[in-house]
């Protein structure tokens, strides 16, 4: 039975004549107002009459299922709580394997197999799959009606946007909220061009209460133009693509120059050990008269090219390291508030901070002599600190802008400033941290700069309860503001390059119910969702939403048996 022609329950006419009813629902409500009815001492007869149905009906509805089943479980389907309890199974099993878990529906239809509800669920491909792309289209709908919603009453949002293109089954334009990781845009596109991108923006954020104030990305030419000419924001440069720079012109070099001075090191040391094995062999033999060879001063310049090896591959080994390091310390250099105190870091300091890092990488470039093509690579990145400078600016602008706005008492501003902003800072950092000791290291710093605000005497307390939240909010709001990667955008686009592996191609249906599920149902482990922390409120379960709008599972047909094949060898009468 197609699921898209299941009409609706019944409707008791005034002759009572029986009207076939297709709607599994309604069928077991039936059922169910039956067994009710001769429970009380009516008849079947009479029961049927009340409810609406033939007894004929009756039968083939109670007839037993085509596949054996316990008996509670076939009793429990059949009730109406058991049919909406089969729908959300069917529908966890495609939403969580199909869509989230990127299998396809042959894979839904072999554990409905397994676990034994093909029972009570038709199992088959043509009919999961017309459930399956009934879902899709039903998770598309909802979570657009949801952010219809949603963003009628939202707030006003300074935005810091991050954007880049995946080139997985054609080009598409990646864009998503820095600090929510809410998606605005993920479309197809022939150009990757300034007006692309603008229109593919525009076309995102219509209907959104939001000003694009920052735009986090590589150094393509289209995507400046796009963020700094089209929209008027501040353009902040990718610290990962200047360690990259760096990278390309140390990391393989180095490592290369060490796997030769561990070859030459070994070679020095195996010559050595020859000429003296050499040596050991000539006296243990007789000798007749005649000059012995000259072993000493054999083992003198074996000696001597062995120490010289060894001192080159420590050598090589401590640039390496050193330049690791280096490129390591950039992320811990490009901070507004330096992470060892947690004091504001002006843009001179940074620069000469940088400076610093690039003059000693220089240094080891010379030292190990790096060929011109990669001093290039490391000049390039060189160049982008100004970049990086800039950024900085322009956070302590916005930060001192947004806090003046409040108009608040100067010592209470001047707490925001100097505490209450780097604490949430660096709790933001101390979040992202990767290693355990650092983490801790920072939380503990972060609560040491609470600390003072914390006490009763601070002006902050003498602030009724709903000012202090607010002015939380805007200091997390500024904390913010401070975004140097455009990381949420890669880890997309290499989710999606898994998922476009597993299906060859991705349709815009499943781009869309990749995007939807992304943004209204995966879910952080403080429970939000990227719709709720990017509209600041609260929203209603997508699963929720489309498990009311999708149909009844399909029930399994009976199998007809098929005939024996023959064998191909049977003899045949003369």
Known sequence: MPLSDAPACVDSSADRRPTPIHDRL?????????????????????????????????????????????????????????????????????????????????????????????????????????????????????????????AQAMPHRLLSIAEDETWKDGMRLVGIDAVSNFILLEQTSDARSAAAWTQALEDGLKGLNVTVVQGTSDEAKGLLAHVERDLGAHHSTDLFHLQHEVSQAMSLSLKRAEQQAETAQTEAQARWQEECAAEQVYHRRRHGPGRPPAFAARLDEARRAAVQASLACEQAHAHRAEAKALIGAFGEVDHPYEIQQGQAQTPEQLEARLGKLFARLE??????????????????????????????????????????????????????????????????????????????????????????????????????QQTRRHLEQVAGECAD???????????????????????????????????????????????????????????????????????????????????ARPPYLVPVAA
């Open 26 to 150: 309604a069928r077991a409500k039936h059922r169910h107002a039956v067994a009710q009815a001769q429970q009380d001492g009516q008849s079947q007869r009479a029961a049927v009459t009340g409810a609406g149905v033939a007894r004929s009906t009756l039968r083939h509805w109670n007839a037993s299922p085509a596949t054996p089943a316990p008996a509670a479980l076939s009793a429990f389907v059949e009730t109406p709580e058991g049919v909406e309890w089969l729908r959300r199974i069917l529908i966890a099993a495609h939403w969580s394997i199909g869509e989230q878990g990127g299998a396809g529906v042959r894979v839904v239809c072999d554990f409905l197999k397994r676990s034994g509800l093909s029972a009570f669920i038709g199992a088959s491909y043509g009919t999961q799959q017309a459930f399956h792309a009934g879902l899709e289209e039903q998770i598309v709908t909802a979570a657009t009606e949801l952010g219809d919603t949603l």
């Open 363 to 464: 240094a080891i470039a010379e030292e190990a002599d790096l060929s011109e093509r990669l001093r290039a690579h490391l000049a390039k990145a060189k160049r982008l600190t100004h970049s990086l400078v800039a950024t900085l600016t322009f956070f302590f602008m916005m930060v001192n802008t947004r806090v003046q706005a409040l108009d608040l008492a100067p010592a209470i501003e001047q707490a925001m400033l100097d505490d209450l902003i780097p604490a949430l800072y660096l709790e933001r950092v101390a979040a992202r941290s990767t290693r355990a000791e650092h983490r801790h290291r920072l939380r503990a710093l972060s609560a040491q700069r609470l600390a003072p605000l914390q006490q009763p005497s601070n002006p902050i307390q003498s602030l009724d």
């Open 481 to 563: 503001l401070f975004q140097r990667s455009s990381s949420c955008v890669e880890g997309r686009n290499g989710f999606l390059a898994l998922y476009q592996h597993g299906h060859h191609r991705l349709s815009p249906r499943k781009q869309q119910v990749l995007t939807a599920l992304h943004n209204f149902a995966i879910q952080r482990p403080d429970n939000t969702t990227a719709a709720e922390r990017f509209f600041g409120q609260p929203h209603p379960s997508l699963f929720e939403q489309v498990l009311e709008r999708m149909p009844w599972p399909a029930r399994p047909a009976r199998r007809r048996p098929r005939p």
